[in-house]
């Protein structure tokens, strides 16, 4: 019962387990190598594919980052491959129809396996691809960026609109502290606000539990918590490109994807925080504009949360009381990390500010905080006050 708990992440793939849950969840990753060193596992990781040709896909950061690597290491071991380099130059690569079609156009029939080399986008476009076309892929990680690289949806943007069609998971996952360290600042800031922003989608989990009766994995909200505490009791390390604060936010990242995929729903690692960065990046989409990393984004989102929890204290259940830190705790957080801990501070307007806390909500049917708020009649008079405490 709940053997995942004594587990290290890189024992986890292919674990089955039954849980205090009631329910038998299993982990179908057939790979993790997170450690020093990790890239030098990729041929092995490989080899079940070397009867065909694999397509090693990169940008031009990731090539130099890791790419050119992955390449030599699977030449050198007699590996048959084609590489695809999307050079974007100072544009950021968005996962639209162009970019995976541009990744099934150099799909040949011969192919056996896809390595993805990169972080957020090139993840996530390899994987909805390779979904779809039945190829399994191996990720390479190049920034403890995001928690998608384990995760079973493939977040995309199709006209415009940003959604998560259910995907494959991974084969093998490659997290190599050497190249995490490499990573630019920004993108080590967007993995800690992602791991941050488990904070309230957490919170979030605990309301849609306990006041409308949905599903609750407590296995997995502790490997969550526990990948959090082990990851925020180094975030001071992340400044210097401590390798253990690294491999500890690959990690947590890691763990909950984990988490996600053995529940098969996102809740361990999304709620409201996460849609106001979705509709934040919609907004800037639609208007032609890079927008932030989306860890930037749920990071600063967080604090945001954390203030409607404070503002409907008085309307939540008694058991709820604690359930979401002070959004000063969870600043003060961000701000160890290193990373941003306002909307303002990274350009979100302050129309669109107000606007996403009055319709975020709507950018998925489910339960959170927001929702509540709404239910309540308290939405209006909620936005205004922290969009006037936050813009003035
Ligand atoms: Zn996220
Ligand atoms: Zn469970």
Redesign the pocket.
């Known amino acids: 019962m709940n053997e995942i708990l004594h587990m290290t992440v890189n024992e986890m793939p292919q674990v089955t387990f039954d849980c205090s849950c009631g329910r038998r969840h299993s982990f179908s990753v057939h790979d993790m190598s997170i450690r020093r060193g990790a890239i030098e596992d990729l041929p092995k990781m490989a080899a079940p594919f070397k009867g065909g040709k694999i397509l090693v896909v990169f940008d031009q950061n990731t090539y130099r980052a890791a790419g050119e690597k992955a390449v030599r290491l699977l030449k050198e071991n007699g590996f048959c491959i084609k590489e695809l380099l999307f050079d974007t130059g100072s544009h950021v690569l968005i996962p639209d129809e162009a970019t995976l079609g541009r990744i099934l156009q150099e799909q040949d029939l011969d192919m056996s396996l896809m390595v993805a080399v990169g972080s957020g986008v090139i993840n996530d476009s390899v994987k909805f691809v390779t979904s779809r076309t039945k190829l399994p892929y191996i990720i390479v990680a190049t920034a403890p960026s ?2 998608g690289y384990v995760a079973d949806c493939a977040p995309i943007i199709s006209h415009g609109y940003k959604y998560s069609p259910l995907a494959q998971l991974t084969y093998g996952l490659i997290g190599d502290t050497d190249i995490l360290r490499t990573a630019p600042q920004d993108l080590i800031q967007a993995g800690f606000g ?1 791991l941050v ?1 488990k904070i309230t989608a957490l919170a979030d989990w605990d309301l849609a539990a306990n006041t409308e009766h949905e599903y609750q994995c407590d296995t997995c909200v502790q490997l969550v918590r526990r990948a959090m505490d082990k990851c925020f009791s180094k975030a001071d390390g992340l400044n210097e490109r401590d390798p253990e604060a690294l491999g500890a936010l690959l990690e947590g990242l890691t763990l909950t994807g984990v988490a996600m995929s053995l529940v098969n729903v996102s809740r361990p ?2 709620g409201s925080e ?1 849609l106001l960065s979705h509709f934040w990046e919609m907004d800037y989409i639609a208007r032609g504009l890079n927008p932030n990393h ?2 930037i984004q ?1 990071g600063v989102a967080t604090p945001v949360i954390a203030r409607f929890y404070e503002e409907l204290k008085d309307e939540l259940p008694e058991e709820l009381y604690d359930v979401c830190p002070s959004h000063t705790k969870v600043e003060d957080l961000l701000r160890r990390g290193g990373s941003p801990c306002s909307p303002k501070e990274i350009g979100i307007s302050r129309e669109l500010f107000h606007e996403s806390l009055l319709r975020g909500y709507m950018v998925r049917p489910r339960h959170t905080v927001m929702r509540f708020a709404m239910q309540r009649g308290r939405l209006p008079e909620i936005a205004d006050k922290i969009t006037e405490e936050l813009y003035g």
Do not use: N, Y
């Open positions: 995001m928690d992602d922003g690692a999304s996460h989306h860890g749920v």
